[in-house]
C-alpha cells in the first residue's frame, strides 16, 4: 500500500474510532451516573458479579478468531461465515455451561436473584459471536465510521431503555435490559451497514489456519482478563468492605480515559501492523508516531488527574469517598503507560509471533500474581503502588521482542517519549502546586463550591503550563497534533 495513503487511513481510521470510544465513554457514563442514582450501589454490585462471568466468556469467543481475521493476509467471506458459525456453536456451549451453574453462583454470593438474572444475561454471548465477525470485517477495511455509528445509536437507544426499565422499579432488570438492548442492537446496525450476512459454508481447514494463530491470543487475553480482575476479590476477602468501593471508583476514572485512548490505538493499529508486517522500516515509523501521540495524550492526562484528585473526587463522588483519593493518583500513575503495552503488544501480534506474546502473558502475570501476595501487607495503597511499578517495568519486557522484530526496542522506545514523559510530570508537579498553595490561602477550601473552583483553576493552570512546557521542549508530537487539528478544521 501507498504510504501516503496508509497514513490517510491511520489518521482517518483513529479519529473515528476516537470519536466512537469517546462518545462510547461519554453517553455510557451519564447514563451509569442516572441508573445509579435510580438503582442504588447494591443493584450494581449484583451485575458486576454477572459481568465478571460474562467477561471471561466473551474473551473465550470473541479475542482469539476476531485478532486472526484481522491479522491474515488473505481472507475472503468463507473464513467470515466459518468463524461466524463456529462462534455460534461455542457460545451455545458457554451458554450452557452458565445456566448450569448460576444457581450454585448464586448461593455462592447469597443472591438468589443471580440465577434467572445471570441465564437471561447470557444470551448476550450469541450477540458477542456475531459482533466479532463484524468488528474484524471493519478493522480490515478501516471504515471506523461504521462502528462508531452502530456504538453510539446502540448507546443511546438502550440506555433510554435502562431508565425506563429503572423508573418502572425493574431493578437490576433495567441493567440486564440494557445490556441485552445494547448489543443486539450493535449486532443488527453493524450487519445492515455493513451490508452483510454469514452464507451458508464452513471450511474446517479455515478454521485451522486462524486457530493456529489465534489460540495463543485466546489464552493470553483469558490471563489478562483473569489477572485484571484479581484485585478486587482480593480486596474484599481481606480489607473493609468499603476500601473495595474506594479502590473500584479511583481505578474507574484514569481506565475510561485510558480504555478510550488503548482501545482506539488497537483496533487501528493491528490492521495497520498487519499491512506493513513485512516492512519493518513502515511499522517503526508507525510505532513511534503512535507511542509519541499517545504519550502526549495520556501522560498528560494521568499526571493531571494525580495533580487534581482531591478537589476531583470532593467535587464529582463527595465527602464520602476521599478515602478513595490516594488509590486514584496511585491507579492514575500505571494507566500512565498502558499504550506503550498496546503499540507494542499490537505489532507483535500483528507480525504471527502470536507465540510470543503468549510467552510475554504468562511470565508478566505469574510475576504480577507473585507481586500481589507479597505486598498485600502493605495495604491496599501499597498493593497498587507495586502494581503501578510493575506496569512500567513491563513496558520494557513488552517492547524487547520488537527490538529484534522490526528494530524498535525498549530504550529506542523511552528516549523518543522521554521529552513528553517530562513536559506531563513537571506540568503535574505545577498543577498540584497551585491547588495547595489555593488550599491554604481560599476560605472554606473544603466545601463544594470552593473545591469547584480550585478545580476549574488547577485544570486551567494544567492546560497552559503543558502547552507552554511542549514549547519549551519543542515536542513533535504536540506540532503533529496541530498539524492534525488544522487539517480537520480544513476540511
Not at 488544522?486 to 476540511?491: R, S, T
Request: proline share 3%; hydrophobic share 55%.
Amino acid at each position: 500500500m501507498d504510504s501516503k495513503q496508509l497514513k490517510g487511513d491511520v489518521i482517518k481510521g483513529l479519529l473515528w474510532k476516537a470519536l466512537e470510544n469517546g462518545g462510547d465513554q461519554v453517553i455510557t457514563f451519564v447514563i451509569s451516573i442516572i441508573l445509579a442514582r435510580l438503582l442504588g450501589p447494591s443493584k450494581y454490585g449484583t451485575m458486576s458479579v454477572m459481568l465478571i462471568f460474562i467477561a471471561v466468556s466473551n474473551v473465550i469467543i470473541q479475542t482469539g478468531f476476531q485478532t486472526s481475521l484481522i491479522q491474515k493476509k488473505d481472507i475472503d467471506d468463507t473464513d467470515y461465515s466459518s468463524v461466524f458459525w463456529l462462534g455460534l456453536v461455542i457460545a451455545l456451549i458457554l451458554f450452557s455451561i452458565i445456566f448450569v451453574i448460576s444457581p450454585y453462583i448464586a448461593t455462592y454470593f447469597g443472591d438468589n436473584e443471580i440465577n434467572p438474572m445471570l441465564r437471561t444475561l447470557s444470551v448476550i454471548l450469541f450477540f458477542g459471536a456475531a459482533t466479532s465477525v463484524l468488528i474484524a470485517m471493519v478493522s480490515r477495511r478501516m471504515d471506523f465510521r461504521i462502528q462508531c455509528i452502530a456504538t453510539i445509536v446502540a448507546d443511546i437507544i438502550s440506555g433510554i431503555v435502562g431508565i425506563l426499565a429503572a423508573i418502572r422499579g425493574l431493578g437490576t432488570w433495567a441493567l440486564v435490559l440494557q445490556q441485552l438492548i445494547k448489543n443486539l442492537l450493535l449486532m443488527i446496525l453493524l450487519m445492515v451497514l455493513l451490508k452483510w450476512a454469514p452464507k451458508a459454508s464452513f471450511s474446517l481447514s479455515r478454521v485451522r489456519v486462524l486457530f493456529s494463530y489465534g489460540w495463543k491470543v485466546l489464552v493470553s487475553g483469558l490471563i489478562d482478563t483473569i489477572y485484571t480482575n484479581l484485585y478486587t476479590p482480593v480486596i474484599s476477602k481481606l480489607y473493609d468492605p468499603t476500601m473495595v468501593g474506594f479502590y473500584t471508583r479511583a481505578n474507574q476514572f484514569p481506565q475510561i480515559i485510558a480504555n478510550s485512548a488503548g482501545s482506539t490505538m488497537q483496533a487501528v493499529l493491528l490492521p495497520t501492523f498487519s499491512k506493513t508486517q513485512d516492512d519493518n522500516k513502515s511499522t517503526r515509523v508507525i510505532m513511534r508516531r503512535s507511542l509519541k501521540m499517545g504519550s502526549f495524550i495520556l501522560f498528560p492526562a494521568m499526571f493531571g488527574i494525580m495533580a487534581v484528585s482531591e478537589p476531583m473526587v470532593k467535587v464529582i463522588l463527595g465527602d464520602d469517598w476521599m478515602g478513595a483519593v490516594t488509590l486514584l493518583r496511585l491507579c492514575a500513575l500505571g494507566f500512565a503507560v498502558w499504550h506503550i503495552h498496546i503499540a507494542n503488544l499490537q505489532a507483535i501480534n500483528a507480525s504471527g509471533r502470536s507465540d510470543i506474546y503468549l510467552k510475554l502473558e504468562i511470565f508478566k502475570k505469574i510475576i504480577g500474581v507473585l507481586l500481589l501476595i507479597v505486598s498485600i501487607r502493605l495495604g491496599v495503597a501499597g498493593m497498587i503502588f507495586v502494581k503501578a511499578l510493575w506496569d512500567y517495568v513491563c513496558t520494557f519486557i513488552n517492547a524487547y521482542p520488537n527490538k529484534k522484530l522490526n528494530g524498535y526496542g525498549p530504550v529506542s522506545q523511552w528516549r523518543d517519549i522521554l521529552p513528553e514523559f517530562i513536559a506531563a510530570a513537571a506540568m503535574g508537579v505545577i498543577t498540584y502546586g497551585v491547588g495547595v498553595v489555593l488550599m491554604m490561602v481560599m476560605p472554606n477550601a473544603s466545601s463544594f463550591g470552593m473545591s469547584l473552583v480550585i478545580l476549574m483553576i488547577q485544570i486551567l493552570t494544567g492546560i497552559v503550563s503543558y502547552i507552554l512546557m511542549s514549547l519549551l521542549f519543542k515536542l513533535e508530537s504536540f506540532y503533529y497534533a496541530l498539524d492534525l487539528v488544522k487539517g480537520f478544521i480544513k476540511k
